[in-house]
């Protein structure tokens, strides 16, 4: 038996074996007689195709090899080689002698052959002899066949399902049904030769006549002998696989020159496509660069503005779209700029892989440029985070002077009103001496509760002051009122002075008064006054940020609280002094006129105020408890979004500090560090519940109106920018693998170099960085074997570390050893395959290259070359010299 596994290993040197195909030529069975006959037609035929290059032939296959010699003769033709010398005699001992120095060379050739010995060739055993033979042709006419690497039996098929996919009804998928009908043949034919098959003209149905046509051009122009018979073919359930290869096999080396347009063909395409999608990743990048730099530029206007709103409802409008911003528009725009860095490294490692320039976006795209953008973007968009909470500050603290101005302002309205009258009446013309001594002394009743409204006064106008150096919309009115104010205020000091003047004029005439009269207003009045800013401080506004200031403010109401025992006894003995002059009047049957000369404050009105303003304690109480139970439960928000903060803000340190060492310390092959990566950053992104939950406290945190936080230092724009650079970080650190990959397949770096090149890189990176100084660099170039002056380093310098930055990336390092170790498609060579495809001239022309090359590389390739101008010039001709050198950066395309 034949062992045909030694046909695929051939190339590798030494005795090998060839694959076994099928068991056709087992010693204890027979061949299948419609097969046998194809057999010997086709490999009698083969034979005397190349015996015929030496003058003869055979026609009986098992007995004309009997002898050896002839046998001898075909393997010297067919190997181009001199054999051992044969013996000429008619003995049986010659002839397998002979038989045996050619099955000798045989298995020099590496061919093994199992169950096959020269006695049975010699006794011309027709099974062993077509077994032999096979074995010759697929050592010396299939195994070399190589294509897109497939060799032999595959190859040859590959081949022809290449060569035949254009045309309809043939479908090669083996070398025995698909060829019945005759129409592989003829396509093959046909493709390499249009001007010899009128393949239109065939029809499926008639296979007898596409084989007879086929065979016929084949022996006629393409000088292939007639190996089979149409009608053993046709009448054939499933014909013969090694008559059909080894006629197959004869076509396949008369276009062997065609095979290598094919293959030049096959050259450029590979370059062109390499070309176009850089060009299309180039193009992508662009877009999403602009679209990027477009948001930034329309997003930090809306930052920047500062535009101020009247209320605070106005700018928590603003604010909530601020969130929103911050939630729902920005992240998107953070993945976008990730995946643009992530896009440009995968280029640029491309472009250095496949020998062409780096990239160079155009002005004002660069990475560095979008991270120039984004850090001016975070920066605009701190400052108006900052302004909108100080913005609400001012206007809380606003709305609450304007209120409290209007309720000073009203109370202080509502005293004055009817003053200006009473000040100017001339009552005391005709009162008696008594009623002007009662006159007078109402009038320094009067000017005590006066001065005692002075204060007031002040505050109302220091409040104003206030809004108007705060900026309050409504400042006009507020100063509209003031003024008013202040000139009434005046008017009344000088009505007051010129009416005490007139009483004082007259006094002399007032001798008697009631001095219970005047005790009682005396002090009346200052208790009164005392009971009105009691209630005005109890209705008083405030606003406070924490629990000191409310505790502060509950010390101070416990503090007034304690002073009501003492105010009670007062307004007790006020009431008593009223009560005296009743019990005198009634003593002395004195009939009193009415109401208290000396003052207008009754004890009805005291003993009104006083039950509004006891009214008003546990109100203000109430109050008071309401606010410490908010700054209470601020805290609580305070602790809340620390615990989480500084959880948060721990773990992101923790892994930045790990994804630090894992970039720099990766075990195992590369595609274990990715799928380690990978796994990594799945852990990283399951952390995102937590990132939302401290978002949700921090929204609660604004909602409260919280401005600070003595539980934390971290603040959740630091969490936020600590988040983003850690997915970052991963991101890259990812790409950086995926980048060591390509580059590893592409060159074909084994995995035990990287390990090398990563220990020795490791080694001189001192600072564990990932990234090391030109000194370090250089201390690495002569430990790896480099000896270099200073014009070689800085050679090489130029190559790892094009944009001077001062240091070299591992990246770098693994593409410039890749660089000087292995090789790439060159300029030179794409212009060798181009002039394949042009058959020697030094232009080529449109119609050569739609018919060479696929249709869209065929025109990517017309469109981009320049018309030829060389003096061999014909009509349409194209330089394809110096597309081929553009394509390698060496000139303009």
Not at 582 to 600: D, E, M, R, V
Request: glycine share 4%; hydrophobic share 35%.
């Amino acid at each position: 038996m034949v062992d045909y596994h030694a046909a695929n290993n051939q190339s590798t040197g030494g005795p090998q074996t060839y694959m076994e195909q099928e068991n056709d030529w087992d010693r204890d069975l027979l061949l299948d007689p419609a097969w046998e006959k194809q057999q010997r037609k086709t490999f009698t035929a083969w034979c005397n195709s190349h015996l015929r290059k030496s003058g003869t032939q055979i026609e009986n296959i098992e007995e004309d090899f009997r002898d050896g010699l002839k046998l001898m003769l075909l393997l010297e033709v067919i190997s181009g080689e001199r054999l051992p010398k044969p013996e000429r005699g008619k003995m049986r001992v010659h002839k397998i002698n002979n038989v045996n120095k050619a099955l000798d060379f045989i298995a020099s050739k590496g061919v093994k052959l199992v169950s096959i010995g020269a006695e049975e060739i010699v006794d011309g055993n027709a099974k062993m002899t077509l077994g032999m033979i096979w074995t010759i042709i697929l050592r010396f006419a299939i195994q070399d066949i190589s294509v897109e690497e497939t060799s032999a039996k595959e190859g040859l098929l590959l081949w022809c399902q290449r060569k035949t996919a254009p045309y309809k009804n043939v479908n090669v998928q083996n070398f025995h049904i698909s060829w019945k009908d005759g129409l592989a043949f003829n396509a093959l034919i046909h493709r390499h030769r249009p001007d010899l098959i009128d393949y239109d003209s065939l029809r499926k149905d008639d296979p007898v006549t596409n084989l007879n046509n086929a065979f016929e051009v084949a022996e006629k122009h393409l000088d292939i002998p007639k190996m089979l018979d149409a009608e053993d073919i046709v009448g054939t359930l499933r014909p013969d696989e090694k008559a059909i290869m080894t006629y197959v096999s004869c076509f396949y080396h008369a276009f062997s020159g065609a095979q290598k347009a094919e293959t030049a063909a096959n050259r450029i395409c590979k370059v062109l496509a390499v070309n176009q999608e850089n060009e299309q990743m180039m193009e992508d990048y662009e877009k999403l660069a602009s679209d990027l730099l477009e948001w930034i530029r329309r997003t930090i206007p809306w930052l920047e503005n500062r535009t101020q709103e009247k209320t605070v409802k106005d700018l928590q409008a603003r604010q909530e779209d601020f969130r929103d911003y911050r939630t729902v528009h920005k992240p998107p725009k953070v993945q976008e700029k990730c995946q643009l860095e992530i896009s440009f490294n995968t280029l640029q490692t491309k472009l250095r892989l496949n020998n062409r320039p780096a990239f160079m976006p155009s002005e004002g795209r660069m990475v560095s440029d979008i991270n120039t953008a984004w850090h001016t973007l975070e920066g605009a968009e701190k400052g108006y985070e900052e302004w909108i909470l100080s913005e609400i500050r001012r206007l809380e603290r606003l709305e609450h002077l304007a209120e409290k101005f209007h309720q000073k302002a009203a109370i202080h309205e509502s005293w004055t009103d009817g003053k200006e009258a009473m000040l100017t009446q001339k009552d005391y013309e005709t009162s008696t001496l008594s009623e002007v001594k009662a006159l007078l002394r109402k009038h320094e009743a009067f000017e005590s509760d006066l001065a005692a409204h002075q204060d007031r006064v002040e505050q109302i106008a220091a409040i104003a002051q206030e809004l108007n150096e705060l900026d309050y919309y409504d400042a006009a009115s507020v100063n509209a009122r003031c003024q008013k104010i202040c000139e009434q205020w005046d008017i009344l000091g000088s009505l007051t002075h010129r009416r005490k003047e007139s009483l004082e004029r007259t006094e002399k005439q007032l001798e008697s008064i009631d001095e219970l009269y005047l005790e009682y207003a005396k002090r009346a009045a200052p208790f009164n006054n005392w009971m009105e800013g009691a209630m005005e401080d109890l209705q008083d506004m405030f606003i406070v940020h924490n629990i000191e200031e409310i505790q502060g403010l509950i010390t101070a109401h416990e503090q007034f609280k304690s002073t009501l025992p003492e105010a009670n006894k007062e307004r007790e003995a006020i009431q008593a002094i009223q009560a005296e002059v009743q019990k005198i009047a009634q003593s002395n049957g004195i009939k009193l006129s009415g109401a208290n000369p000396y003052t207008t404050i009754t004890p009805q009105s005291i003993d009104s105020k006083w039950e509004k303003a006891m009214a008003m304690v546990p109100q203000r109480d109430t109050a008071l408890q309401d606010e410490l139970n908010k700054q209470n439960s601020n805290d609580s928000l305070r602790a809340t979004f620390a615990k989480q903060a500084n959880t948060v803000g721990a773990y992101i340190q923790a892994k930045m500090e790990e994804i630090g060492r894992i970039s720099i310390e990766m075990n195992g092959t590369l595609e274990d560090q990715l799928t380690n990566l990978q796994e990594y950053q799945k852990s990283i992104m399951s952390y995102m519940p937590e990132i939302n939950k401290l978002e949700g406290y921090h929204q609660h945190i604004q909602e409260a109106l919280i401005f600070d936080n003595q539980y934390t230092s971290y603040t959740m724009e630091h969490l936020r920018v600590g988040w983003e650079q850690l997915l970052t970080t991963i991101a890259r650190t990812i790409n950086e693998v995926e980048n060591q990959i390509l580059t590893r397949d592409a060159k074909g770096i084994s995995q035990e170099q990287l390990y090398e090149y990563r220990a020795s890189f490791n080694h001189f990176d001192k600072k564990r960085s990932g990234q090391m100084v030109s000194d370090d660099f250089r201390a690495l170039l002569i430990a790896t074997g480099n000896s270099l002056g200073d014009g070689e380093f800085n050679r090489i310098m130029g190559i790892v570390d094009p944009n001077n930055t001062g240091f070299v990336t591992f990246q770098a390092f693994i593409d410039f050893m890749s660089r000087e170790t292995t090789d790439t498609d060159t300029a030179d060579q794409v212009i060798a395959s181009f002039k394949i495809l042009a058959g020697d001239k030094n232009f080529i022309t449109a119609d050569e290259l739609r018919r060479e090359l696929p249709p869209d590389q065929a025109e990517y390739c017309i469109a981009r070359m320049a018309p030829y101008a060389g003096p061999d010039a014909v009509p349409g001709a194209l330089d394809y010299m110096s597309f081929s050198t553009a394509l390698y950066g060496e000139s303009d395309l």
